[in-house]
């Protein structure tokens, strides 16, 4: 998925930009995180992840959704999968970092309960406390 996606390293440098760099940077969200999928004919068109922070009772967020299959539901689906992992792990809150002028993500967050906890320009954190 992620060699299809566009475009790529905008956003904190995700997805990388090089192959090999991309390959290791999923694999560490493999062994890391929990992570949830959407599939259309065999072929992955949404992941996310939810990086448990143990020390801190929480948990990082991220999700991608491949551009043209964006508007169908597929963000809404992962986040809240994400967010019930979350609620089952008994983590006390789930962040995410969020393009300042991201309008469409942040709608989303902002629909499943994430407030800003920042004034960023370019980049703005988000908090869901469980």
């Not at 062994?31 to 143990?54: C, P, Q, R, T, Y």
């Not at 019930?84 to 309960?113: P, Q, S």
């Amino acid at each position: 998925m992620y060699d299809n996606f566009s475009p790529k390293a905008v956003t904190q440098g995700l997805p990388p930009a090089t192959q090999k760099t991309r390959d290791k940077w999923v694999e560490g969200l493999i062994e890391a995180g929990h992570n949830f999928v959407a599939w259309h004919d065999g072929k992955v068109i949404g992941h996310s992840a939810l990086i448990v922070e143990e020390d801190r009772n929480n948990g990082e967020y991220l999700i991608f959704v491949l551009q043209n299959v964006r508007n169908k539901g597929l963000g809404t689906l992962l986040t809240k999968r994400a967010i019930d992992k979350a609620r089952e792990l008994g983590l006390a809150a789930v962040w995410l970092t969020v393009e300042a002028l991201n309008f469409r993500a942040i709608k989303l967050y902002k629909k499943e309960g994430f407030v800003f906890q920042d004034t960023g320009e370019r980049e703005r954190t988000m908090i869901l406390r469980l």
